[in-house]
């Protein structure tokens, strides 16, 4: 039986696998802050939240090699390795400042909560303020599983977070959906064999629909009754 299949008898997938940034928070405020706090201690000038808001994704490290580009410096491996403690002092202290849940975010998570489908978070984000963030705003515990940039050897677009999210939540790769808003998204779940649906305006700077995605919804409340999505997922034997 496909896993389309299998959605379309049981109604949803066995699970579902969530990212968090430009998925379900709005974190570039707050992302923002902290670069700009590492720019300015480094001479360096500062950026406006839109700016910052297509630089988010692959991780942290990502973050600091594009925004010190954006001000006129390359950095290598070794130099954006010397920023990231630094990065994640000023991070960590003002995460949940202006970070948001996106609109809807709650009644999906409720959703699907109530419909009894194991969820998890896999995020490019480091655990320890993924929690943090998680927390604050109440929704810990929605997820089963929550694996952050820093809890496996890889990042996304590496399946190997993804993996290791359904693994910790006892579900299966062939009955399990990604939902996200990036490429590193879509290759993680390419990667995993996973179908991803990815909602609009999230942090890529591209549009959604060019990211290769089996879906793309027009918000994140049409969720719901995109699962199965028309056109249908891809069949995976």
């Given at each position: 039986?496909?896993?389309h299949e299998?959605?379309?008898?049981?109604?949803?997938?066995?699970?579902?696998?969530?990212?968090?940034?430009?998925t379900?928070?709005d974190?570039?405020?707050?992302?923002?802050?902290?670069?700009?706090s590492?720019?300015?201690?480094?001479g360096?000038?500062?950026?406006?939240?839109d700016r910052?808001?297509?630089?988010?994704?692959a991780?942290?490290?990502?973050?600091?090699?594009?925004?010190?580009?954006?001000?006129?410096?390359?950095?290598?491996?070794?130099?954006?390795?010397?920023?990231?403690?630094?990065?994640m002092?000023?991070?960590t202290?003002?995460?949940?400042?202006?970070?948001?849940?996106?609109?809807?975010?709650?009644?999906?998570?409720?959703?699907?909560?109530?419909?009894?489908?194991?969820?998890g978070l896999c995020?490019?984000?480091?655990?320890?303020?993924?929690?943090?963030?998680?927390?604050?705003?109440?929704?810990?515990?929605?997820?089963?599983?929550v694996?952050?940039?820093?809890?496996?050897?890889?990042?996304?677009?590496?399946?190997?977070?993804?993996?290791?999210?359904?693994?910790?939540?006892?579900?299966?790769?062939?009955?399990?959906v990604?939902?996200?808003?990036?490429?590193?998204?879509?290759?993680?779940a390419r990667?995993?064999?996973v179908?991803?649906i990815?909602?609009?305006?999230?942090?890529?700077?591209?549009?959604?629909?060019?990211?290769?995605?089996?879906?793309?919804?027009?918000?994140?409340?049409?969720v719901?009754?995109?699962?199965?999505?028309?056109?249908?997922?891809?069949?995976?034997?």
């Amino acid at each position: 039986m496909s896993l389309h299949e299998k959605e379309t008898s049981t109604g949803y997938p066995g699970a579902i696998v969530w990212d968090l940034d430009g998925t379900l928070v709005d974190s570039a405020p707050d992302l923002a802050n902290a670069l700009n706090s590492l720019l300015t201690e480094k001479g360096k000038r500062t950026h406006t939240v839109d700016r910052v808001r297509p630089m988010i994704g692959a991780g942290v490290g990502k973050l600091i090699e594009r925004g010190f580009r954006a001000a006129g410096e390359s950095l290598d491996e070794s130099g954006i390795e010397a920023l990231l403690p630094q990065f994640m002092e000023f991070y960590t202290a003002c995460a949940t400042q202006q970070t948001a849940l996106n609109p809807d975010a709650r009644f999906v998570l409720e959703h699907f909560y109530n419909a009894g489908i194991p969820q998890g978070l896999c995020t490019n984000k480091p655990i320890g303020v993924t929690k943090l963030i998680l927390d604050a705003l109440d929704i810990s515990g929605f997820f089963g599983s929550v694996v952050g940039g820093d809890s496996t050897s890889q990042r996304k677009p590496h399946p190997l977070p993804l993996l290791t999210c359904i693994e910790e939540m006892s579900a299966r790769p062939d009955d399990t959906v990604m939902i996200g808003d990036s490429g590193a998204d879509v290759g993680a779940a390419r990667a995993a064999d996973v179908p991803v649906i990815l909602v609009p305006d999230g942090y890529t700077g591209v549009p959604a629909v060019s990211l290769g995605a089996d879906y793309v919804v027009g918000r994140l409340a049409d969720v719901p009754h995109s699962i199965p999505p028309h056109p249908p997922l891809r069949q995976s034997a």
